[in-house]
């Protein structure tokens, strides 16, 4: 890479939120304006090794994209009004003083983490918006294929487009909510990098650093609210640790045994001031200044033993009334060990031993062991430091737990392991293919909640009552059935006692997903407001109890309007006299196509597959994404919790609600 391209790459990870921001303005589409904005980076590419890069290189490549804006509304022939207003867009807000291009930036992170998208697709879209990092620095980052980001990144501009999402600042209603959106992506990029969830290194400062730009700059453009503050103290002063997290090899290193002199002041000190900055704003704390204030306890610590770990127990009781998470009950029970006694602190965490969230989470096990191991029993420690291992799926981490096990002292135990008798029930038990294939996943299920050296003779129908309840609990009930018959399998040939006596057969009847309240249905179907699409779909999913994908799949030429139902490959879907006269009109005059549509045609950078597209009317098919939000905003109003409903339960058999 010779020394012009390499300025050109610092100057579009500078500039091209502010180029992309300002174009998004202007046609009104991330999408587009995205493109545009790449025009002019092609065009520096071309230009500038041979003129020399300009004096304000920012301010080029906008005036390029712009150019090319009004070329393309030229060429598409799109309302004159619109093409004449983009023409004279420059003088307009040189001459009026129009709104800063802060405010196009704020309105670009709001839209990348509109909460329409998922988590995957926010995180993705700000990185590449609000970021400038190509699709391949995205996928190295988070450990994916390229053609995967890119299809999360396309989808999440689809979604954007199809809900309309306006580029605008939230409403004064909206924005605690929409904020909170914000930093959530931002945090979730910080703590990817600060602690790497897969691969072989703990650490990936480019998200890291990547995470703190984003932090800072918002901290700049939103000046009046605490918690971004407290979002940028928190991150500071974590990245501040980030030379003593890690040994020479990349192992880990904890925090009460890092070389407390390696971190680095700096952060520390910038972490203090936005730290002073939240607090300064007033208000009560919420979740980002109460978790800044516990790193500030540990970053005040001289050394490991100057830890005020009961002012932390304090703050993460305060952090648990605004952010009541299993996560957070968690890190609070480790901090009541430290404060109040181990024991104390381990009841705590036992507590959360059948929580169906903590399940895979590595820590939970990592937690109980440094607790266990901290009250002497070494050989329970180790149980848990292997179970952690096996969970975790960062190569650093996973080395890092097992030598902690292999270091607590005593001999391998001499009865046979819950790994090697599960192994040589699938391997030797004479099962055809696919009962080794259902067992396996049991058995998977078992060893990761026990670990692979949990002694069989310890196994008993309690423990796996407890495995299954935290594992299974809320599954249908065939799942639940299968892996039922699976463990009294496994238990009659390992001469165990009957491992099921705990778990009760369930009937299809008893569990589900449960049902909209049949008089709440009835308040929906008598409203006159909703568009046609959504009250065919509704009814539908209602009367065929089908699948939502399965339905949203259908296409035109599919339908038997006359015998009420739909050929969809391998099955049925069959409706009743509500959908029916629905469903004529809505699809009236159109032979081919998807059966629900989007509400407009896509742009040229949202163009979906032949099969998702209209031939007749040129708009794409209706998301899932996009129906599931219109579905979860109809409905707040009938949820006493006023979360919305899913259309999952809409398929549901509707029963009325107890008064």
């Keep these: 890479m010779t020394d012009t391209h390499r300025r050109i790459d610092a100057v579009w990870k500078l500039e091209s939120a502010r180029i992309i921001a300002g174009l998004t303005r202007l046609v009104h589409d991330v999408g587009l304006a995205e493109e545009l904005a790449q025009d002019a980076l092609v065009a520096a590419l071309e230009q500038w090794p041979a003129s020399g890069v300009p004096e304000n290189p920012g301010a080029w490549l906008m005036a390029i994209a712009k150019r090319r804006a009004v070329d393309h509304v030229r060429r598409t022939q799109r309302d004159e009004r619109r093409h004449e207003r983009l023409a004279h867009e420059p003088d307009k807000q040189q001459d009026a003083g129009q709104e800063p291009e802060q405010n196009d930036i704020l309105r670009l992170m709001f839209l990348s983490c509109h909460p329409v998208l998922p988590t995957r697709s926010r995180i993705a879209l700000t990185l590449r918006l609000?970021?400038?990092?190509?699709?391949?620095?995205?996928a190295r980052a988070f450990l994916v294929g390229e053609p995967g980001v890119v299809q999360r990144i396309a989808e999440a501009k689809r979604t954007l487009a199809e809900a309309q999402v306006p580029f605008a600042l939230p409403d004064d209603a909206d924005l605690a909510d929409r904020l909170a959106s914000v930093l959530e992506v931002i945090y979730l990029i910080f703590n990817e990098g600060y602690s790497a969830t897969s691969g072989d290194d703990l650490l990936r400062p480019g998200l890291c650093l990547e995470a703190l730009r984003l932090g800072r700059l918002l901290a700049e453009l939103a000046a009046d609210e605490a918690e971004v503050h407290g979002l940028v103290a928190l991150m500071e002063i974590q990245a501040s640790r980030a030379p003593a997290r890690t040994g020479p090899s990349g192992e880990p290193i904890q925090l009460h045994e890092q070389n407390r002199g390696r971190w680095d002041q700096l952060l520390i000190r910038r972490g203090f001031t936005s730290m002073l900055r939240a607090r300064d704003l007033g208000g009560p704390p919420g979740r980002y200044l109460l978790q800044?204030?516990?790193?500030?306890?540990?970053?005040?610590?001289?050394?490991?033993?100057?830890?005020?770990?009961?002012?932390?127990?304090?703050?993460y009781e305060a952090l648990i009334r605004v952010l009541p998470t299993p996560i957070v009950r968690l890190n609070r029970a480790?901090?009541?060990?430290?404060?109040?006694?181990?024991?104390?602190?381990?009841?705590?965490?036992?507590?959360?031993?059948?929580?169906?969230?903590?399940?895979?989470?590595?820590?939970?096990?990592?937690?109980?062991?440094?607790?266990?191991?901290?009250?002497?029993r070494g050989s329970e420690a180790r149980l848990e430091f292997e179970r952690a291992a096996a969970l975790t799926g960062n190569a650093a981490e996973h080395a890092f737990l097992l030598r902690r096990a292999d270091a607590l002292a005593g001999g391998e135990s001499a009865h046979v392991t819950l790994a090697q008798a599960a192994e040589d029930f699938l391997h030797g038990a004479g099962f055809d293919v696919a009962t080794v294939r259902s067992y396996a996943q049991t058995l998977r299920r078992l060893r990761l909640a026990l670990g692979d050296r949990f002694p069989l003779p310890s196994l008993t129908a309690e423990v796996v009552a407890r495995v299954f309840v935290t594992a299974w609990g809320e599954a249908a009930p065939a799942t639940w059935n299968r892996h039922r018959s699976a463990v009294r399998s496994f238990g009659t040939w390992a001469g165990v006692d009957d491992l099921a006596a705990g778990l009760d057969r369930r009937d299809a009847d008893t569990h589900g997903t449960a049902a909209i309240p049949s008089d709440l249905l009835a308040t929906l179907w008598e409203r006159t407001d909703l568009p046609l699409r959504e009250q065919t779909l509704w009814r539908l999913l209602h009367e065929s109890a089908a699948g939502v994908r399965q339905v949203l799949s259908l296409n035109v030429e599919q339908l038997d309007l006359a015998d009420r139902r739909a050929h969809t490959g391998r099955t049925w879907v069959n409706w009743r006299s509500g959908t029916a006269g629905l469903l004529e009109t809505l699809v009236a005059g159109r032979t081919r196509g998807p059966v629900f549509l989007a509400e407009r045609r896509p742009g040229p950078a949202h163009?979906?597959?032949?099969?998702?597209?209209?031939?007749?009317?040129?708009?794409g098919r209706l998301s899932y994404e996009r129906a599931e939000y219109l579905f979860k905003q109809a409905t707040r109003s009938l949820d006493p919790e006023r979360n919305g409903y899913t259309l999952r339960q809409l398929r549901a058999r509707s029963a009325p609600r107890n008064r």
């Design 334 to 376: 480790f901090a009541t060990g430290m404060a109040h006694g181990y024991e104390n602190g381990l009841i705590e965490v036992d507590a959360l031993l059948a929580d169906p969230a903590l399940r895979d989470y590595h820590l939970l096990p990592a937690v109980r062991g440094d607790l266990l191991l901290r009250l002497g």
């Design 292 to 315: 800044a204030a516990i790193a500030v306890c540990h970053a005040q610590a001289r050394t490991a033993r100057d830890t005020d770990w009961a002012q932390i127990a304090t703050l």
């Design 130 to 138: 609000l970021g400038g990092l190509t699709v391949a620095e995205i």
């Design 607 to 619: 163009g979906p597959a032949p099969a998702d597209l209209c031939p007749e009317t040129g708009r």
